[in-house]
């Protein structure tokens, strides 16, 4: 069986990133392969239906585990399929581990990879995600940035300019393209939710994975309940530290189950102010002009600083940011960042028609 393009999805945000490269590559031969390293309905399924998704290929089942087994799991299933499908391209998405995996597989059997999203760095190696994106990177042909100083880190890293595509943000293009879909008065019934309120996301090994640190995290959460009700979908990773630790014991704290994309960007749309340690969120927030607090050291999206609402805090420094945050007039929007317009997806499919026709 020849097929023209593989696509590499695995964890949740891989999707919100896939779906308008598939949408606009719908004349190639594609097909769609998920590794299974998500599996749970809300953490998969209601993504594939909520941004239109085709059904995927097949599932590799890979599912959870330490970064060895779960990263050798993913090469096993991953070589089999690539060697079965001999497809012309790999296309990857983002810097999880079924990314990673992908990219090494298809690298070593000779099948050319795309990476979209390459060339963030958050220069800290601590990050599982920084070291898939570096590895990732150098194994991919075609590189495609979602922000301008992307291309600089790809060209320190000895990355050759003609393999580098600034094309902006596929995940703002499925953002833009659901705008009317995201119902923040029926997600705030859903939820029993009150007129103002923060979101917030946690999921981060860093911040949930050890007891201490995820207690100390909870007190912060509960310090920021205590100025406004607080609406945290809880990622399955952090939900047992979060819980020990009494994330619920708090009357404002509304602990609710992973929502699918509809839902969650209707809940951050209609939020005072968002608390996260994601990396779509600090991008997606800054398209919808909702002030967004990460707590990390660093990240990998500075032009959401420079240009949208994002601002890193420390531990400390959450509690009094939430409070200047929520006493501020609700954001007037920064600077969209460049190609950041609902056009990404048809430029990397272009860019592989391109490549395709030169290969
Ligand atoms: C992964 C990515 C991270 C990304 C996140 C988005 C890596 C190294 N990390 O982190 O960059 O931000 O996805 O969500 O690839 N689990 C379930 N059900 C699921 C999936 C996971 O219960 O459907 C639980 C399991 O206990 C698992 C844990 O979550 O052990 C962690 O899952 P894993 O895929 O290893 O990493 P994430 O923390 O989800």
């Known amino acids: 069986m020849i097929?023209?393009?593989v696509h590499v999805v695995g964890a949740r945000p891989n999707l919100?990133?896939?779906?308008?490269?598939?949408a606009a590559a719908a004349d190639l031969d594609q097909v769609v392969v998920h590794t299974g390293q998500h599996y749970d309905e809300r953490m998969s399924e209601v993504f594939f239906r909520d941004l239109g998704l085709p059904e995927p290929d097949v599932n590799l089942g890979v599912g959870s585990g330490g970064h060895a087994e779960q990263t050798a799991a993913l090469l096993v299933g991953l070589e089999r399929e690539f060697l079965a499908r001999s497809p012309e391209l790999v296309v990857v998405y983002g810097d999880v581990n079924s990314t990673m995996a992908a990219a090494l597989v298809a690298a070593k059997i000779g099948i050319p990879v795309a990476h979209v999203e390459a060339g963030l760095r958050s220069f800290d190696m601590t990050m599982p995600e920084e070291v898939n994106r570096r590895l990732t990177d150098q194994l991919s042909d075609l590189c495609f940035v979602t922000s301008p100083e992307a291309v600089g880190h790809l060209a320190n890293e000895g990355v050759p300019v003609d393999r580098v595509h600034f094309v902006g943000n596929p995940m703002i293009d499925t953002l833009l393209a659901n705008m009317d879909a995201f119902?923040?008065?029926?997600a705030r019934a859903a939820h029993g939710?009150?007129?103002?309120?923060?979101?917030?996301?946690?999921?981060r090994p860093a911040n949930v994975d050890r007891p201490e640190t995820a207690a100390a995290l909870v007190g912060h959460l509960h310090g920021v309940a205590d100025l406004a009700d607080l609406v945290i979908p809880v990622h399955p990773r952090g939900r047992a530290t979060l819980m020990a630790a009494g994330l619920d014991d708090h009357p404002r704290v509304h602990v609710l189950d992973p929502l699918g994309y509809i839902e969650f960007i209707a809940a951050v749309r209609g939020a005072a102010a968002v608390l996260t340690d994601s990396g779509g969120l600090q991008e997606e927030t800054t398209i919808l002009g909702v002030p967004c607090l990460t707590v990390r050291p660093n990240t990998e999206r500075p032009i959401t600083v420079t240009h949208g609402t994002n601002r890193l805090v420390t531990f400390e420094e959450v509690v009094p940011?939430?409070?200047?945050?929520?006493?501020?007039?609700?954001?007037?929007?920064g600077r969209t960042p460049p190609l950041w317009d609902g056009k990404s997806g048809a430029r990397i499919a272009d860019v592989i028609r391109h490549w395709k026709r030169a290969a």
């Open 321 to 333: 940011a939430a409070r200047k945050a929520l006493a501020a007039a609700p954001a007037s929007g």
């Open 16 to 22: 919100v990133k896939a779906a308008p490269v598939i």
């Open 193 to 203: 939710l009150p007129d103002r309120y923060v979101l917030a996301t946690m999921h």
């Open 183 to 186: 119902d923040t008065g029926k």
């Open 3 to 5: 097929t023209s393009i």
